[in-house]
């Protein structure tokens, strides 16, 4: 009887301690990270491990062109598997939901997933060129002694009435990541 309750008591011990080193919370960084590139950080909600990030797309000249937002909720079973899937939002317009990442602990330390990406392209849709109306340009003139500003109409540019962007997706991808703990 001693030693069955030893047994069961070793094995919650083992079991527990198992469980433990399949912990997402705290910092990870990818192993092979950008210069810039923040740690990600994990929490536990109610058994979900929830993290956020942000993606920032820069022109050449140094301003902003787009942010592309990623989230991404995982359980991790007591194996050491890791499900869940991930959510894009691009500041242009598009999002994809619930895309499926998949993934395996390879130690305490050290995890591997398969998370799925789209690919897309934007697009923009006119209404047509009988859709294209005058628009007025307006300048400003300086008459000394007048208190008030003056504007007058100093030439036409042609505008779009219905201008408008799509996300168009053109297939998804299984991009491996390694993320690993920071201590």
Request: a negative charge; aromatic letters at 14%.
């Amino acid at each position: 009887m001693k030693n069955i309750l030893f047994t069961l008591v070793v094995g919650f011990i083992s079991f527990s301690a198992l469980a433990e080193d399949f912990d997402l919370r705290g910092l990870w960084m990818r192993t092979i990270a950008e210069p810039e590139e923040r740690p990600l950080t994990f929490i536990q909600v109610n058994g979900v491990y929830y993290t956020r990030s942000q993606e920032r797309f820069v022109y050449p000249n140094g301003t902003l062109s787009h942010t592309i937002d990623q989230s991404v909720k995982l359980t991790v079973t007591p194996e050491g598997e890791v499900n869940g899937t991930v959510d894009f939002f691009d500041s242009r317009g598009c999002s994809y939901r619930n895309l499926p990442v998949t993934g395996e602990f390879q130690s305490a330390d050290l995890i591997g997933f398969l998370m799925t990406v789209p690919r897309y392209r934007i697009v923009t849709i006119t209404a047509g060129n009988h859709s294209r109306y005058q628009h007025p340009i307006y300048c400003d003139a300086h008459i000394p002694y007048y208190p008030y500003r003056y504007r007058y109409i100093c030439g036409y540019e042609n505008r779009q009435l219905s201008v408008s962007r799509e996300c168009q997706l053109i297939e998804t991808v299984e991009v491996p990541v390694q993320l690993q703990r920071q201590l």
